[in-house]
């Protein structure tokens, strides 16, 4: 809250306080200040939504409404109707309707009498004879003669030979592959990826200064190296239970080819310095105290790691703590080491 007060125009401590609010309104309010200084921030904008989302529904349920048990209804019987009494056929109904299915029974015996003349009919009308049909007399085919200087069988083509030094031994069935002097084949055709900050980008170069040096750096002059970029801060618990794992496995692989730029966000280096000495950390520790570098990597929570291999490739990115045998997996990894 401190630091926001003294620097309100910081959309890093905009963003941090409001994680460390619980009302969620001021909570929104923390993060549109951050979506005014910076419109592009899209994990601000992501945040917004969500919170506002999460009071609508709150909103939505009321916590005064009670479900009272309901009285049963007395429903009064409804009215029976009286059974219809089948009626009775009468005699001159069964009557008619046998007259009709007689007469129904002597119209199709009717109708199929009449088919099957019709069909007797038919098949006694004599087929008219076709017409006799002459025999085509096939026509002589004339042979299509080819030129005398033209033969089917297959002719040699003759190849360009090839003399090999005294000390080659030729192969019999094998054709040398002869390449004009003019083609350069390329030896660097693989293109590097873009620049940013997530897995399989190039890492954004960046110069601190080192507060065990206090000589500026560049993560450039580490390349060939497998880097770790550790973005702490010294308020940061989870940073310090982390400090001693990251020690110990700088300390393993340094001899590898291993380096761990330590960043601290927006503190001073004296402070920084008060924190190294009391854990007694030998690697760099480098001083973000505007919040540039960390603004660029988009660190959102501490601590958060980027692994950085030796062609200046982004391998992993991870926030919040790793552990011993986190860390030791994707520094391996990154080195090219067995597991």
């Not at 989302?53 to 916590?63: C, D, F």
């Not at 190296?225 to 940073?239: E, G, Q």
């Amino acid at each position: 809250m401190g630091y926001v007060r003294s620097n309100p125009s910081s959309t890093r401590g905009w963003w941090m306080l409001s994680f460390a609010l619980t009302d969620p309104k001021q909570q929104i309010d923390c993060v549109e200040r951050v979506l005014r200084l910076d419109p592009n921030y899209t994990p601000a904008r992501a945040r917004l939504e969500k919170l506002k989302g999460n009071i609508n529904t709150q909103l939505s349920v009321s916590p005064f409404a009670e479900s009272s048990p309901s009285q049963p209804v007395a429903l009064s019987p409804a009215p029976q109707k009286p059974a219809s009494r089948p009626r009775k056929k009468t005699n001159n109904q069964v009557l008619q309707y046998a007259v009709l299915a007689v007469m129904a029974c002597m119209a199709m015996g009717v109708i199929g009498f009449g088919a099957v003349m019709i069909v007797r009919g038919a098949s006694n009308v004599p087929m008219q004879s076709a017409p006799s049909v002459q025999p085509v007399q096939p026509t002589a085919i004339t042979p299509i003669s080819l030129p005398p200087t033209w033969t089917p069988a297959a002719t040699p083509t003759s190849t360009a030979t090839q003399t090999f030094s005294p000390t080659n031994t030729p192969l019999a069935t094998s054709t040398a592959l002869i390449l004009p002097t003019s083609v350069i084949i390329p030896t660097n055709t693989i293109a590097k990826p873009e620049v940013g900050v997530v897995q399989g980008a190039s890492a954004p170069d960046f110069k601190l200064a080192n507060i065990n040096t206090d000589k500026k750096v560049k993560l450039s002059d580490y390349q060939g190296k497998a880097v770790l970029i550790f973005f702490w801060a010294t308020w940061c618990s989870y940073c310090k239970m982390e400090m001693p794992e990251v020690q110990r496995i700088y300390q393993a692989y340094q001899d590898q080819g291993f380096v761990v730029l330590a960043v601290d966000v927006g503190e001073s280096a004296g402070k920084a310095r008060k924190y190294r000495d009391a854990l007694s950390l030998t690697f760099p520790i480098l001083n973000d105290e505007g919040s540039d570098v960390s603004s660029k990597y988009r660190v959102t929570g501490f601590p958060t790691h980027f692994f950085v291999n030796p062609s200046g490739v982004i391998t992993s990115v991870n926030v919040g703590t790793l552990g011993y045998m986190g860390l030791n997996a994707i520094v391996r990894s990154t080195l090219n080491l067995s597991p």
